[in-house]
């Protein structure tokens, strides 16, 4: 079993949605289109050299996301309140962006914009194992070295970190996860290569209340 086999159900039991149906034709686009024209480092949160933005991506990009959403009750409830300004086009890819991630880099605890947000790992460039050396667990102590991190709370209110083991299994997986949830991403320190994720946010265009029946409709090109 791998570590996105592992973990997808305790996951989703906090809210993020885990897929592993990213269609070969989204991956081929977010690997060969990305822009150095849109460079992305002074908007976003982290501490990287490197972050570019794309630029008219295709609908079937939006339209996959879409789909996604509408597979899991417990990303609608979390949109049901929030109001629109067009029924008809509630959903709509807001923001899409790569982070070029290096050894000693990382992303600082953040939320973002719009009412979900998304990764998809295209390369990730060490094993787990080695990075787990690093600092290794001992006592109260866990390795998190390389890992994303969802900061959560239980219910009792004490602030609960799920560590995301983001090795190659996650490669070309999808998580979706609503826009305001904190997380962060750790360094990694074992490989000179580059971890590639790509990012976006999903935003609301809508007026009236969504409601657990509600459809999220297509976007119209």
Not at 3 to 17: D, H
Not at 23 to 40: A, G, Q
Not at 150 to 160: C, E, L, M, T
């Amino acid at each position: 079993m791998t570590n996105f086999e592992r973990q997808r159900e305790e996951l989703e039991r906090w809210g993020i949605g885990c897929f592993d149906d990213v269609p070969k034709n989204v991956t081929d686009y977010l690997r060969n289109n990305i822009s150095k024209e849109i460079p992305k480092q002074a908007s976003l949160a982290g501490h990287l050299k490197d972050a570019y933005g794309y630029k008219n991506w295709p609908f079937y990009v939006e339209e996959y996301l879409m789909k996604c959403v509408s597979k899991r009750n417990f990303l609608l409830e979390y949109a049901k309140t929030i109001k629109a300004l067009d029924i008809d086009v509630p959903f709509y890819l807001g923001d899409l962006w790569v982070n070029l991630q290096r050894k000693h880099e990382f992303n600082p605890i953040h939320t973002h914009s719009g009412v979900w947000s998304f990764i998809i790992p295209l390369q990730v460039p060490y094993k787990l194992e080695d990075e787990d050396k690093v600092f290794p667990s001992q006592g109260n102590r866990k390795s998190c070295t390389s890992k994303l991190c969802f900061v959560v709370n239980n219910n009792i209110g004490q602030i609960n970190s799920i560590e995301v083991d983001m090795d190659q299994s996650y490669v070309d997986k999808l998580l979706i996860f609503p826009a305001k949830l904190n997380h962060l991403v750790y360094p990694f320190f074992t490989s000179d290569g580059i971890r590639i994720t790509v990012s976006g946010n999903i935003s609301l265009r809508a007026s009236e209340p969504i409601t657990k029946d509600s459809e999220v409709k297509e976007i119209k090109t």
